[in-house]
């Protein structure tokens, strides 16, 4: 069992930056799979990011937000930070964290594969 808990969220202006983080509980964090999706109003929820866990710690991201967002992972601290620069409107959503095991290479951008989810946290990009 995973609880996960974003922070970090806010309102922030086009071009500026944000850090979230995901705080998890349970004592095999390090082999999950942690994944950012995020979801915007009227839209689906959309893939960002995710980093592979069990030793692997391989970073994915979604090609809207590759070379602006990065994750980062602390197995020790049981934490998992998104860095977000360059931030623009679009990127205005609801961010979510996610946790999975045995989620294969190519589920790693589907939500199906993550058992555990956050509450979410809102950023908001405006002017």
């Known amino acids: 069992q995973v609880q996960l808990v974003e922070s970090g969220g806010g309102l922030v202006q086009p071009g500026g930056s944000l850090r979230l983080s995901c705080a998890a509980s349970?004592?095999?964090?390090?082999?999950?799979?942690v994944g950012w999706f995020r979801q915007a109003p009227g839209k689906e929820r959309e893939f960002v990011g995710a980093?592979?866990?069990?030793?692997?710690?391989?970073?994915h991201y979604a090609d809207s937000v590759k070379g602006r967002f990065a994750i980062s992972r602390d197995n020790s601290k049981k934490t998992v930070t998104l860095q977000m620069n360059r931030l623009n409107p679009e990127d205005t959503a609801l961010y979510y964290c996610a946790a999975g095991q045995g989620i294969i290479l190519s589920m790693i951008r589907e939500e199906t594969g993550y058992l555990y989810w956050g509450q979410g946290t809102q950023v908001t990009v405006s002017s």
């Open positions: 980093v592979r866990g069990s030793g692997g710690n391989t970073y």
């Open positions: 349970g004592s095999t964090f390090s082999r999950y799979t």
